[in-house]
């Protein structure tokens, strides 16, 4: 039993080690056409590749346990909207299980898309996540594909950040044995998040400005192309949309 998980956590962590090796524009475009596939896709397609990606998800979750959390609250984000959606449909006239049926279906569906762009954000840098919208989108937008660029890769690296605070703050309230009422409980952590983020917020500003990364020329960086990558991701890119059209 311990050398099959010894040998099951030697595979996913070469897994991860391959995705973030990657080209990051075949990740752009892999996942630009698994989400636009993902959103008319069956449902056996969408639980079949729901499973494979689940795989990925592990691997690029393994050695952190921030991106774990992250994992989890999307999860608990579509079974919330689950929940919604057959409360609605109940209340709009459907029989249960109809109004069970749509909502599952619902939730496989978001739980896929919410993955395939999790999967991307924790399995690219923010800056190689940058770069590679800048090359793919400097053809469309020119001169302005820089800023997209910017904007993506801020948001990739304050996306781990986020859940980390939060989890910063609560390990400090258990930490102090702060038993409050879930309002003011509520109010604190707003106000600790505020500040933290306020502070952050300009520490990166001025990140930014130091390393130059605030104008085009950070991003205005040639690619390489290796042949051999690009093949396996027409291979797996060919493969997952076979699957998704199940």
Not at 26 to 48: C, D
């Amino acid at each position: 039993m311990a050398q099959a998980a010894t040998h099951s956590a030697g595979i996913t962590s070469a897994l991860a080690g391959v995705l973030e090796d990657a080209d990051p524009r075949i990740k752009v475009l892999a996942a630009m056409v698994f989400g636009l596939l993902a959103l008319r896709a069956s449902v056996s397609g969408l639980l079949l590749f729901g499973l494979l990606q689940g795989l990925v998800l592990a691997a690029v979750t393994l050695r952190n346990p921030v991106n774990r959390s992250m994992a989890k609250a999307y999860i608990l984000f579509v079974v919330v909207w689950m929940l919604v959606k057959f409360g609605l449909d109940l209340w709009t006239g459907f029989g249960w299980q109809e109004a069970a049926l749509v909502s599952a279906e619902l939730g496989l569906r978001l739980a896929v898309l919410l993955i395939i762009g999790l999967c991307l954000a924790l399995a690219t840098s923010p800056r190689s996540l940058g770069m590679a919208l800048a090359s793919l989108l400097r053809p469309v937008l020119r001169g302005r594909a820089w800023q997209t660029a910017l904007s993506m890769a801020l948001f990739v690296h304050f996306l781990p950040q986020v859940w980390q605070s939060i989890k910063t703050v609560q390990t400090s309230f258990a930490i102090r044995g702060l038993k409050l009422p879930w309002r003011r409980r509520v109010i604190l952590m707003t106000q600790s998040l505020l500040r933290y983020w306020s502070q952050k917020a300009w520490r990166q500003t001025l990140a930014l400005a130091t390393r130059n990364l605030d104008g085009p020329g950070a991003w205005d960086v040639r690619l390489g192309f290796d042949r051999r990558q690009w093949l396996a991701g027409v291979l797996v890119v060919g493969l997952g949309s076979a699957i998704l059209l199940v």
